[in-house]
Every structure is written in C-alpha cells, then in structure tokens.
C-alpha cells in the first residue's frame, strides 16, 4: 500500500511516522483505501506525552488571556478551511458533505472561539476570614490530558476536547478512533499554523492498544473518552489503578416523545433529525420516539412520507440527505438489529434493508427504517447507531416519563408540545443529561453536553467544562500572629 497517503501521528508540532501496527484507513462511502495508518509504537506514545508535559509548563504560566487569543484565532483558521476539513471528514466517515460543510468544522470553530473567550475569565473566589487571615481559591490546570475519539464527529470531538483543555492550561494527546484517523492530524498542523505552540495539541494513532496506553501512562494526568458504554467501563478500571480523572461521553438510548397537542410537522422533522441525520450515528439520537395514541396514524403517516423522500446516495453528493454507514461491520450490526426487530414481531413500516440500486458500489447504504415496537423489544432497549427509529405508543403523561425512563442510558432526552408549562414538567422528570423542548439534536457549544447513569460522567462544553479542565486550590492566608496550643 506504499503508494498510498501516508496517515502518520502529530507530535511536538511534527508529522512523525509511527512504529506501530500500519493499517488501511477506508472511506465508507466507496469502501476504497484512502491511506496507510502508521500507528503509534511505544516510542511516539512516550514522545507525545513527553512533548505535552513540556509544553505545558511554559502554557499553564501563560496568562488566560493570551491563551484565549491562540482559541480565537484557531477558530478563524477552523472557518477558512471549512470545505476542506469537511470533505476530509466526509471522506474518513462517510457522512454527508451537506452535513460536514454545515456542522462539524462550524461547531469545532464556535468550540475554539468559546472557550477562548472563558480563557481569561477564570476569576474565583476571595474569602474573608475575618481580621486574622482570608483565603482564596486558584482553579488551576490538571496538566496532560489524554482525550480519545470515537469515530462520528471526529473532528468535532477533538475540539469539543482539546479547546477547554488548552484554554485552561493544559497540554492534550489526543488518540482519534483507528477509523477516522484524518482529520485530527488535519487540525493538529491547522493549530500549529494558527500559532499554537509546539507540542501542546499531539495525536497518536491507533486501535484500543494505544487508548490503553494513554489511561495507563503515569504522565498522563487526565482520561477523557467519547465512545462506547462498554469501553467507558473499560477505559474507567484502567484508569483506576492511577486514580486518575475520567470524563466519559458515552452511548445513549434516548427517548423522544410527542403529545397530541403538538406541531406534527416539527415533530415529524424533531424525529428525523433524531434517527436519520449523519445515518443515525449520533449517541444522543431520540431513538425511542414515544406518541400520544391519539396522533399515532397521522405522525406515521407523514413521518413515512418524507422519510421515503430522502436521498440516500453518494456521501460526497450536495444532494445527499442519508450517507454510508462507517463500515460494513458496523452496517451488518444495524441490519442484525433489524433482522432481530422482525423476529421479536416489531412491525416494519418502511426501510429495513441494506440498499444497492442507486449508491457507490462498495459503500454499506441502509434505507432510513421506521419500526412500530414494544418497549421489551431489541430495538427499543438498545443502542444501534444507525438509521433506525422504533415508535412506541403512550396514553397518558406519567406512563411515558416511566417508560421513558425505563433504561440504565440517560444521555438525551426530548419532547414536542405546545403546553409550555407541561414541557417545563416533563423535561425536569426526564432522567438525561440534555433535553430538547420542540426540537432535537441542536448542540450549542454554550451548553453542557453529557449523560447522567451509564451514557457517561462529567460534561463537555459550557462553563461545566471549566470543572473537567481545572483543579481547585485553596489558599488560607495569615494576617496575623500563628496560633497554636504548642
Ligand atoms: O466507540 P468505541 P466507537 C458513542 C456512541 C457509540 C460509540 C461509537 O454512542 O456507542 O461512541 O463510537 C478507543 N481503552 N458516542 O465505535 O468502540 C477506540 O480506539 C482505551 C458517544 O468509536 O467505544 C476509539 O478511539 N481506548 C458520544 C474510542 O475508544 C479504547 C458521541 C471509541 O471506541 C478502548 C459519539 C480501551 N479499552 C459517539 N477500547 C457522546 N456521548 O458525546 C476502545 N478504545
């Protein structure tokens, strides 16, 4: 595969080969080898974290506001190369370039421009103590961080990672999932253009081998994850042995219900932007879409008109609503899923098939599939990650909320009403990290993004982010004589 790009790892502001492991990268959307992945070996994990630990001496005695001023201009290099980064990462995820143009790289630079702005805010407290002493509290940075992607948004993920990190004086090794290894390397030589220094944003590349070797490193300060339930209870025990800090964003199987007195075409749309945007491969997708039994056959209804009006074809098409799943293994899992739903008797209303007519050869393609089930089945109890949406009817509000609540997930939740005061009821009973009140799946870098019971720990984004990134420090200080029975 020499003639192939070489997909190497960044360290110390450097593009390095790694001595690890290569393998092919693919773009899902052909199926077609668009690289050769260099991984990282032992020696580039222990140049990443060395170079990081360096870095981030001189970056943590930095003040914040001149931190905040590196973030905001990363955000204006993010901008001016915003078809670029997007076709890199529609290529490496076989997502939709109408998609990648309009969200990854916009969120990953409004991240940046964020965080740059809290930078130089991270005033704390003054206590009065009284005449004899007062105190005072310093947030100060953890030091390395160790931040691994999953393989949806890897762009965005590494933002939403590496901007709080660096904003609050961290340094970040950051390992992307061994199926988008792109554009993270990407980012890494746009931050170093835009006038990071040297060493504080690196990237490893690599399977579970090297995240392994992130949490275990004994230099390595803090874990943040983004991935599955089952790696973030792996990720968690490795890192125990070194108490060290985890952040987990992980999986969801979140809940989505319509009262009759809604606005059904939002509903419609608030479904399918929970099911159907990037092909269902968002963890805080409405996957459960609960319907008031009296608007049952006319949400369907609609719901199935425009879902059979999408457009599901080649990734790098304008036009294309619906895009390649990761990877064949990955599509196999979905279509297994809806095998199993017409197993248990789930009843099928469209989709459920892996399509060949009218998509590249050699991408994995699945029909936008709308399922009416119970709430025992397969496909309303676990996490898919493709386009497949399951609706349940309900009759009444305290049914739904236990129902809804009803699954060891709580990453997302939302609803669709015009009874503003049942909505402010509802939503503040909804066991999730992030509820929307008549829309889905909007992510707005100023608000905390994260799950509560086993979609994850800790939040990513807003002022939330400062607690991740920070440690607190207090500081007493005397005023007058010591005290002491000695
Ligand atoms: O996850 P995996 P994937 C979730 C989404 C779905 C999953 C899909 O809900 O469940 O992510 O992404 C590395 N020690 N979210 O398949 O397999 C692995 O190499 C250390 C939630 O990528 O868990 C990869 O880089 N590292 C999210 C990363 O972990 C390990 C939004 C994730 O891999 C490891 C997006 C180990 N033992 C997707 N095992 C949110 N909540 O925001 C694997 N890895």
Redesign the pocket.
């Given at each position: 595969m020499s003639a192939l790009p070489r997909v190497g790892n960044f360290i110390g502001g450097r593009l390095v080969d790694g001595s690890g492991p290569r393998f092919p990268d693919y773009d899902p959307g052909r199926g077609e080898v668009i690289g050769e992945v260099f991984s990282a070996g032992e020696a580039e994990i222990e140049a990443a974290v060395a170079q990081a630990r360096c870095a981030a001496r001189a970056w943590a005695r930095a003040a914040g506001a001149g931190r905040g001023r590196a973030l905001r201009r990363i955000a204006e290099v993010l901008r001016a190369h915003n078809d670029e980064l997007a076709e890199l990462e529609t290529r490496d995820t076989g997502r939709p370039i109408a998609e990648t143009r309009s969200v990854d790289i916009l969120s990953a630079a409004d991240c940046f421009e964020y965080f740059g702005a809290l930078a130089a805010t991270l005033a704390t407290e003054h206590v009065d103590l009284g005449p004899s002493a007062f105190g005072y509290v310093r947030r100060e940075p953890i030091g390395v961080v160790g931040a691994?992607?999953?393989?949806?948004?890897p762009l965005q993920?590494a933002s939403?990672k590496a901007a709080p990190a660096l904003a609050f004086g961290n340094a970040v090794v950051f390992?992307?999932?061994?199926?988008t290894p792109q554009s993270a390397l990407r980012l890494a030589a746009l931050l170093v253009e835009a006038g990071l220094p040297p060493g504080l944003f690196n990237v490893v590349q690599?399977?579970?081998r090297?995240?392994?070797a992130?949490?275990r490193h004994p230099e390595v300060d803090k874990i943040t994850?983004?991935?599955?339930?089952?790696?973030?209870r792996?990720?968690m025990a490795?890192a125990a042995a070194g108490l060290k800090r985890v952040s987990l964003?992980?999986?969801?199987k979140s809940p989505l219900i319509v009262f009759s007195d809604a606005d059904l075409d939002a509903a419609v749309t608030g479904a399918m932007l929970g099911n159907f945007y990037s092909s269902g491969?968002?963890?805080?997708n409405g996957t459960r879409v609960f319907v008031e039994r009296p608007i049952l056959a006319a949400f369907l209804d609609r719901l199935s008109l425009r879902t059979e009006r999408l457009r599901i074809g080649d990734p790098l098409d304008p036009a294309t609503d619906v895009g390649a799943m990761?990877s064949t293994t990955?599509g196999e899992r979905v279509t297994g899923y809806i095998e199993r739903g017409l197993t248990e008797g789930a009843r099928l209303i469209t989709g459920g098939r892996r399509m060949h007519e009218g998509v590249p050869a050699g991408g994995f393609y699945i029909a936008p599939t709308i399922f009416t089930a119970d709430d025992g089945m397969t496909l309303a109890r676990e996490?898919i990650?493709g386009p497949v949406m399951t609706v349940l009817p309900f009759d009444e509000e305290e049914e739904v909320i236990a129902r809804a609540n009803a699954t060891p997930y709580g990453?997302a939740a939302g609803l669709f009403t015009r009874d503003v005061t049942r909505a402010y009821r509802v939503a503040a009973r909804l066991g999730a990290g992030v509820c929307w009140i008549n829309h889905y799946n909007v992510t707005p870098v100023e608000l905390p993004?994260?799950?509560v019971k086993q979609?994850?720990i800790g939040r990513?984004n807003g002022r939330a982010a400062i607690e991740a990134y920070t440690e607190v420090k207090s500081v007493y200080v005397a005023l007058g004589d010591i005290e002491s029975p000695y």
């Open positions: 691994i992607g999953a393989w949806n948004y993920i939403w390992k992307p999932s061994e199926l690599g399977d579970a090297v995240g392994r992130l949490v994850l983004t991935g599955e339930v089952n790696t973030g792996a990720v490795e964003e992980l999986g969801g491969e968002i963890c805080s990761i990955h996490e990650f990453l993004f994260g799950g979609s994850g990513e």
